[in-house]
Each structure stands twice: as C-alpha cells, then as structure tokens.
C-alpha cells in the first residue's frame, strides 16, 4: 500500500526556473519528512527535511513548504541550474523509524 | 570516513538460483535498511533492523526473501529461487539515530541484480 503519493514523475525546468515537487502522505503518525536527492549510479542523499509543526523550511535554493490538514508537502527548488538534475525523492518517517518514500521526481534542468 | 558499502555491485543470475547481498553499514550505525529500487518505482521499502530488537519485515515481498543482521553490524539480504521480476538495484542504508529522532539515512551504491 502505497502511503506517500509524490507527482511529477518527471520535470523540465529550464536554468533559473522554480521547479516545484509535490507529495501528499496518507497516514497521520508521520512525524518527520525528508527528502532525498539521487544521481545516476548513486544512493540517495538527504536534501533537507521538516517537521509537521513547521509551515515551511528553507535551506538555500531548496525551500519545503508543508501543509498538515491537507496531508500535503511540497519541495520548490529556486533558480535552478543543471546541476540540480537528478531524481529526487519524498519521504516520511513514522514514529517506529520506517522510512516511506514517495514514487520519484526526475528532474532535467536545460540551459 | 568509510561509508555504507554493498557487495556484489553487479549480479547477474540464472532464474530460479538463490543469491545474497552484503552490506556493510557505517561503524557505529544502530539502525540499518533494505529498499528496493525498480525502474519507475521508486524505493520500495524491504525490512529494517534497529539495534537488537526485532526488525520491521513487512515490506518483505514474499517468503523467497530473508535478511539477517550479524553482531548488530553486517547485513545480508537472501532471494531464493529468483525469478525475473526481482531483477533491480538493491539499496542498504544505515543511520546513526535512534528510532524517530531523524530521517537522515545514509545510502550505499546499490547492488543491481539482474536474473535472466
């Protein structure tokens, strides 16, 4: 059963564009949602994440904006460049430590 | 310092044959993962060990799959009698925290199994 729904599954964004992820969670007993960064041939690495009793987290470029009635987290990357190509992951976190993450963004940045 | 290191990187095997996946987590790491990456499916969460209590398996897609963690360290993911539809990467992760505390996971490369 699929608990965190994340859309596009792919993105084309243009060099110094906002490209915009969305993900909406199922279950309430999540308590912290991450989200992942992936290249080709890599493991996934942490990006940045937040806390359900914070309404938007920002960490350079990359800003979470997070909506708790809607069950409802976004990641919005700012002045994107082509180096920010990759897929990129949501997540959650249930309070026994199992992490959940969402379908996959690939996002292409084109110069 | 050493990060989380899986082997085989590559596997490819004849269907119906059993194959393990090692990884070996960051020293130290309490908490360790198996998720698996399928094209256009994203992580698919497999079990998740937590210090010495019981692992969380219910992400175990049937009973040909196993995994152990030895001495709170060490981990091996077992696929018997493989068919074609478990061909895909293989991702360990670990984490220093206790359960709860973050979602920060580290990630290894990924074992990539192909059965033919």
């Known amino acids: 059963q699929q608990q965190v729904k994340q859309s596009p599954q792919s993105l084309i964004v243009q060099k110094g564009g906002i490209s915009i992820i969305n993900c909406a969670y199922e279950n309430t007993a999540f308590d912290y949602f991450p989200w992942y960064q992936q290249f080709p041939g890599k493991g996934p690495a942490l990006l940045i994440a937040i806390r359900p009793d914070v309404s938007e987290k920002k960490e350079g470029r990359f800003t979470i904006s997070f909506n708790k009635s809607a069950k409802q987290f976004s990641l919005h990357i700012m002045d994107s460049q082509p180096g920010d190509s990759a897929t990129y992951f949501c997540?959650?976190?249930?309070?026994?430590?199992?992490?959940?993450f969402g379908q996959g963004t690939e996002l292409s940045v084109k110069p | 310092g050493a990060g989380v290191s899986q082997s085989p990187s590559n596997k490819v095997t004849e269907k119906g044959k059993d194959v393990e996946l090692r990884c070996d987590p960051i020293s130290g790491h309490t908490a360790l993962y198996w998720y698996r990456q399928s094209l256009g499916q994203g992580l698919e969460f497999l079990i998740y060990?937590?210090?010495?209590?019981?692992?969380?398996k219910s992400g175990l897609p049937s009973d040909r799959f196993s995994a152990e963690r030895t001495g709170g360290s060490v981990s091996t993911l077992t696929i018997q009698r493989t068919q074609q539809e478990d061909s895909a990467v293989y991702l360990c992760?670990?984490?220093?925290?206790?359960?709860?505390?973050?979602?920060?996971?580290?990630f290894g490369e990924g074992s990539r199994l192909t059965v033919l």
């Open positions: 060990f937590q210090g010495n209590s019981a692992p969380d």
């Open positions: 997540a959650a976190l249930n309070q026994g430590g199992k992490l959940i």
């Open positions: 992760a670990s984490s220093p925290y206790h359960v709860g505390n973050t979602g920060e996971l580290f």
